[in-house]
């Protein structure tokens, strides 16, 4: 059974960063492409970021793109998500999906709570 086990959310204030992490477990994890998706109250899903499985690609959404930034390590099986310039849009459940953008939520984890809030 694949596990994925985001951490690292948390309060800040605008302006502020976090770095979000997701450990896989019973996938071998440097096979697939990794995704960051996030979901705020009362809202569809949004992709957010995209990571191919070897790191040499990335795509990111308009709304995070010069501010998040994707990366991953292999060799420990860690996706990360850098969140700069944070401000209280960025108030949601952080994701992270094993795949493509768009894969089904039987393929993310359990989420981590981000807010921005003075």
């Known amino acids: 059974e694949v596990q994925l086990v985001e951490s690292g959310g948390g309060m800040v204030q605008p302006g502020g960063s976090l770095r979000l992490s997701c450990v896989a477990a019973?996938?071998?994890?440097?096979?697939?492409?990794m995704s960051w998706v996030r979901q705020a109250p009362g809202k569809g899903p949004e992709w957010l970021s995209r990571?191919?499985?070897?790191?040499?690609?990335?795509y990111y959404a308009d709304s995070v793109k010069g501010r998040f930034t994707i990366s991953r390590d292999n060799a420990k099986n860690t996706l990360y998500l850098q969140m700069n310039s944070l401000n209280p849009e960025d108030t949601a459940l952080y994701y992270c999906?094993?795949?493509?953008?768009?894969?089904?939520?039987?393929?993310w984890g359990q989420g981590t709570q981000v807010t921005v809030s003075s």
């Open positions: 019973g996938c071998t994890f440097s096979s697939y492409d």
């Open positions: 999906a094993r795949g493509r953008i768009g894969v089904p939520r039987n393929y």
């Open positions: 990571i191919n499985f070897n790191g040499g690609s990335t």
